[in-house]
Nanobody, 115 residues
């Protein structure tokens, strides 16, 4: 069993930055793929970024060059640095880890980009 808890969301103006954090209840990020997802009202959940156990990162096209995913294995933490935020980035952001056939999710953190 793994618990994931996100934090760092909030209200930010367009062009601003936020850093989301995801803390795991045990050391997993160095062993498994970790993903950041988001879900806007009325839309399906989508993968925003992910980082593999070897540190390879992938990003959804609309966030490339603006978002950066990273992790601190010693602290069981993963991060999503979000810069140059746009109103269309408004969503609930979730972190997730797949271990075998099971996928674990945090409760999500709200990001609102608005002037």
């Amino acid at each position: 069993q793994v618990q994931l808890v996100e934090s760092g969301g909030g209200l930010v103006q367009p062009g601003g930055s936020l850093r989301l954090s995801c803390v795991a209840s045990r050391s997993i990020f160095s062993f498994y793929v970790m993903g950041w997802y988001r879900q806007a009202p009325g839309k399906q959940r989508e993968l925003v970024a992910r980082i593999t156990s070897s540190g390879i990162t992938n990003y959804e096209d609309s966030v490339k060059g603006r978002f950066t995913v990273s992790r601190d294995n010693a602290k069981n933490l993963a991060y999503l640095q979000m810069n140059s935020l746009k109103p269309e980035d408004t969503a609930v952001y979730f972190c997730s880890v797949r271990i075998g056939s099971l996928e674990y999710w945090g409760q999500g953190t709200q990001v609102t980009v608005s002037s």
